[in-house]
Structures are given as C-alpha cells and as structure tokens.
C-alpha cells in the first residue's frame, strides 16, 4: 500500500512538473531568463523584448515582429511558445505640484 501511494504520488509530482514546461511563456512579464527559455530566443532577443514592453506593452504575439532582430519567420517561429496575458502594470501618473 505504501508502495503504491509513493508511486502514485511521484507520478503526480512528474506530471505537475512538466505541465510548466507546456505553458505558454507571457511576452508581457517573463524575465530574460524565462524568455531564453523559448526556443529562438537568445539573450539579445530577450532584452530587446524587454526593452520593448518598457515602452510599449504587447497587445499580441504579433507585435513581436515590431522588435528589433524579430521578422515574420522569428515571430511565426515561436508564436506557439509565448503568449500575451496581462500588460504591465501602468505607472501612477505625478501629481502636478501646482494648485
């Protein structure tokens, strides 16, 4: 019995664990390290990609091709490896300091 509920858990355990690696990767918040991780982009991409979204959030994987060093074959590339979730948070505006 023991047995069986060891296995049946490490079975489990491998099963969660590798569901990460079929998640989509999120243009919007991964972090260089995250997005190194898909294939095709390396380290240049990915700061490149992160530069981008400083400025301009993506609304669609298609906006990849709006990056420095990404083309249509890159972005048709790795279109099945990132998605676009939540856009980054915006910043609070200043409040004007005159009144």
Known sequence: MKKTLLVLFAALALCLGSLSAFAATDLNTASAAELQKVKGI???????????????????????????????????????????GSAAPAKPAKASAAK
Not at 63 to 81: E, I, N, Y
């Open 42 to 84: 390396g380290p240049k991409k990915a700061e490149a990609i992160i530069e981008y979204r400083k400025k301009t959030p993506f609304k669609s994987v298609d906006d990849l091709d709006k990056v420095p060093g990404f083309g249509k074959a890159t972005v048709d590339k790795v279109r099945k490896d990132v998605s676009v």
